[in-house]
């Protein structure tokens, strides 16, 4: 039981500091973006990333010991990638759905690509045979 809130609790902690660094790539991005702000979280997403790669390295916690569990060398894993794509960048990044993709306003002005590809000239396949 006791190893299981152990694991738990890392587990909350992980993501707990992971969640200033995931706001600021969004809210540092676009017109939020300045070179203080973007090397203030590149700082912040380093520093832990080499804490979550000695723990992977070295299965040791510091300021906490020793940690034998693969599961949690996963869960470090999978917080350093998080880390690298949560730096702020100059354009604005959006959220995975930010928008529907089949919104009629938008695409009632388009064609669709069937529509765009019967309305292309039709050509040979020997098109670059030919001389002219």
Same mark, same amino acid.
Request: net charge positive; charged share 20%.
């Given at each position: ?42 700082? &912040? ?7 979550? /790669?000695?723990?992977?390295?070295? !299965?040791? *916690? $510091? ?6 569990? &693969? ?7 999978? /917080?350093?990638?998080?880390?690298? !794509?949560? *730096? $702020? ?44």
């Amino acid at each position: 039981m006791n190893e299981l809130f152990s694991y738990t609790i890392l587990t909350l902690i992980a993501i707990t500091i992971y969640q200033p660094a995931r706001w600021a790539k969004f809210a540092c991005s676009g017109r939020g973006f300045t070179k203080t702000r973007f090397w203030i979280w590149t700082a &912040y997403n380093f520093y832990f990333m080499c804490f979550h /790669m000695y723990f992977v390295e070295k !299965s040791h *916690i $510091p300021f906490y010991g020793p940690m034998e569990n &693969y599961l949690l060398g996963w869960l470090s894993v999978a /917080m350093i990638c998080l880390h690298i !794509s949560a *730096i $702020p960048t100059e354009w604005k990044r959006r959220p995975g759905r930010s928008r529907k993709i089949f919104d009629p306003k938008i695409r009632k002005h388009k064609l669709t690509f069937d529509r765009y590809r019967l309305a292309q000239p039709r050509k040979s396949i020997l098109s670059f045979w030919k001389r002219e």
